[in-house]
């Protein structure tokens, strides 16, 4: 089915206190050295005092303003997080107060580095079978809160921040020329970050483990380099897409020289692969928003310019997937 949706604006918002490599040196033992060589990342963002929801919310602020749209008109929110702030409410339903989006429906889906993603494919879909005209997609996390900060293999490679794009139906096909999106639940122990203990007096179970984020980096670098590989060929494939006609590659931002060796394996011109991960280290969800709202703003990808653009999302779960869209 033809569909008609497009990408109208977009939005990012980081928190204002930055923690260069230098200083976490005072939390483990490590070096500028070190983070640099191994991730390609120099600092990160971190909340000092602000939460998930308050960063979306200024992301949600900041699309009203960037798009000219009235809060009234917009039809959902979808936030991808993976450190919401509450149980309930959402994220986005605080957005949605905040923005006095009064008509929007809005609800957060969770599918870690990859959610932004994959609420761009689900925002798409329902826009483009249903009466509804205006989404916001927002991705935020705040990784900060659920590290564990004696984990230097951790707690260096992460930051936090929020991002997010309006969609809007038009006349025109849709911003999506193909994509896939998916899900090996087998390696979900590569990634894992718990949620607070059940505290329920007749609850018997127990959880083996600590606390905080626990990720087996090696296992998620080698699955990226073959199997998201082979899922960036094939969505390349069925979209009848040569990647010489990409203009812009923009991957999840979680490791320099993962980056790096997967644009040799796709042997893409390095200078149509963008990267900001040296300021703001993996900030999860809000990873592709960031970096897409940031080549927007220094112009380097206009939008209503058509430019071809593939975005790949890879993280816990593990989710994954790839996106070829005309912006
Ligand atoms: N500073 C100094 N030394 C360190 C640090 C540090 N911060 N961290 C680890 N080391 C040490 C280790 O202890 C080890 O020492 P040893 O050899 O004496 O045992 C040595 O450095 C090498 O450690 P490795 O774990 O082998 O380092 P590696 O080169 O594999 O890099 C890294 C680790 C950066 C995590 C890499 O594997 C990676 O980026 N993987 C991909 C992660 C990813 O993409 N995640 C995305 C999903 S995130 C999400 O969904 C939320």
Redesign the pocket.
């Known amino acids: 089915m033809e569909t008609n949706v497009r990408i109208i604006s977009t939005a990012s918002y980081i928190p204002s206190k930055k923690v260069t490599n230098k200083e976490?040196t005072q939390f483990?033992?490590?070096?500028d050295e070190?983070?640099v060589s191994?991730?390609g990342i120099k600092e990160r963002h971190v909340v000092v005092n602000e939460t998930t929801t308050d960063l979306c919310c200024q992301v949600g602020k900041r699309l009203v303003e960037s798009s000219g749209i009235s809060p009234k008109d917009i039809d959902f929110i979808i936030v991808a997080t993976?450190t919401p702030d509450n149980a309930t409410p959402s994220v986005a339903c605080v957005v949605q107060e905040k923005i006095e989006a009064d008509n929007a429906f809005a609800y957060d889906i969770s599918a870690?580095?990859?959610g932004f993603l994959f609420a761009l494919s689900l925002s798409e879909k329902i826009l483009s079978n249903s009466d509804n005209k205006i989404g916001l997609v927002i991705g935020g996390?705040t990784?900060s809160k659920i590290l564990n900060w004696k984990?230097?293999?951790?707690?260096?490679?992460?930051g936090d921040g929020a991002g997010g794009v309006v969609l809007r139906k038009e006349k025109g096909n849709s911003f999506i020329i193909g994509e896939k999106l998916c899900t090996d639940g087998k390696k979900n122990s590569a990634?894992l970050?718990r949620i607070g203990e059940n505290q329920s007096p007749f609850y018997e179970g127990t959880i083996d483990g600590e606390n905080g984020?626990k990720?087996?980096?090696?296992?998620?670098?080698a699955f990226?380099l073959k199997d998201v590989y082979k899922n960036i060929i094939e969505v390349l494939k069925k979209s009848l897409v040569d990647i010489n006609d990409i203009d812009y590659f923009l991957f999840?931002q979680?490791?320099g020289?993962?980056i790096e060796k997967l644009s040799e394996k796709l042997k893409i011109d390095k200078s149509k692969c963008l990267i900001n991960l040296e300021k703001y280290g993996?900030t999860?969800a809000a990873s592709l928003p960031i970096l897409l709202d940031e080549a927007v703003k220094n112009k380097k990808i206009g939008i209503g310019s058509g430019k071809l653009i593939l975005l790949v999302g890879?993280?816990?779960?593990?989710?994954y997937g790839s996106m070829i869209i005309k912006i």
């Open positions: 976490l483990f033992s490590t070096s070190w983070i191994r991730t993976m870690a580095c990859s996390d990784i984990d230097r293999s951790t707690a260096v490679l992460f990634l970050a984020l990720m087996d980096g090696k296992k998620i670098f990226v999840h979680s490791n020289r993962l993996n999860a890879y993280g816990g779960g593990l989710s």
